[in-house]
């Protein structure tokens, strides 16, 4: 925006500044205190003053610049372009973009003083580092440009999933972690996956296995707590023949060789026993296995994934699993959530489960509103397992094509849901539940634009709903 022209009759009168001693001197520091460079030259463009933040700025010392003309600074290259000469080349304000030695960028307006006969004697220049702006418009565009390529990460996953009717993922918590997979997927890297029962690892370890190198190759699953202590050793690494009574004559290949370049999964790999855990060891640093009762060893190619619900590092506390292993494994852990704290999994899970229940059964059924409601509520202690568990038993239980919530059998989470004539209160406990996401998602995603983003609304609703049920449960206490 153009500034008027200032003229030296037209000043406001600085009365205040008589009642001082040394009224020049309170001037200059008036201008010395500015945040922003002051800078001013003549009418010529000579250089006659500049105040303290205008060296910071430029890294031009005051000294070096009075009496210097404008143009002789932007020769030399002390400055970009001079926003004086502009002034004085159009008789009137100029704003322009500056940048000098110091690597420091800014704004600067050049505005011309005239006198009473309309020729300028003085121009003054504001100077405002923006730097740090430009920086931050910087920081700005990396963060879009790098969600853009996190959100195209995502479709891709999305698109992949498609054609897996048995992986399910609309969760964004379950989605990102699906980003992470697919990233160390394509690398031979070892993958941990911790959790609790049920959340779904062995799926996270198919998928990974599936979009990496190997997915032509070997998937040798391994569940290290379902095998007996006696036979862990002689079922990962093999025997050679008579190695102890009942051995096959002609010995056994170990899964490690079965898998050979391929991937084995070790699920539970907290369960093994410390004298397997030694031999374990071997294959992560030296890429061999050595069979029971055989003195050399046998090379392998193998991808390691392991999975536990256990804390590894109490179990090493506790002398049950070696700290040099846990070092080994920990490479890329993956934390899979549990499905307690991914809810927009569950509806989709449900029909997915309810589908594959209806193929196999020719049946049409379906999950009545009230009854997907309460899976929603629910904790899940056994998650995705306990998930499949109930609605196998719910699809059995219902009478007709709708399953509803007495046949699901979690009421002890559906409390409240009459009023009170003992009617069904579906819209109390639809806004029950909506309070809950639309306080989680707050909590998860720190911010009302983010929060509402992930819910699918928009700000101005999500910030109304949210002062409802803020209010609500206020005057509740």
Partial sequence: MERNPVYLSEKKKLQFLEEYEDPLGCLAAILESSFDGIFITDGEANTI????SYEVVSGLKMEEVVG????ELVEQGAISRSGTLMAIGSQTSVTIDQHFRTGKQAIVTSTPIFDENKKIIM????????SEIYQLKEKLVQNEELTKRYQAEIELIRSQLEGDHDFIAEDDVTLEILRMAQRVAQMDTVVILFGETGVGKERFANYIHHNSQRKTNAFIKVNCGAIAESLVESELFGYE??????AQAKGKRGLFEVADQGTIFLDEVGDLPLTAQVKLLRVLQ?????RIGASQAIPVDVRIL?????DLQQLVDEGKFRADLLYRLNVFPITLPPLRERPRDIPALTQNMLSHLNRKYNQNKKMTQLAMASLIEYEWPGNVRELRNVIERAFILSDGENIDAVAVGLQKNTENMTDASGQLNLKGLLEEIEAKYIRQAYVEHGGVRKAARSLGMDPATYIRKRKKYTQDKMVQK
């Avoid at 030296?286 to 050595?290: C, F, S």
């Fill in 123 to 130: 121009v003054v220049t504001n100077v405002r580092d923006v």
């Fill in 241 to 246: 023949p008579g190695s102890f009574t009942g």
């Fill in 286 to 290: 030296e890429g061999e296995v050595t």
């Fill in 68 to 71: 210097e003309n404008m143009s």
């Fill in 49 to 52: 003053w500049c105040n303290h």
């Fill in 306 to 310: 392991a999975a536990t619900n256990r």
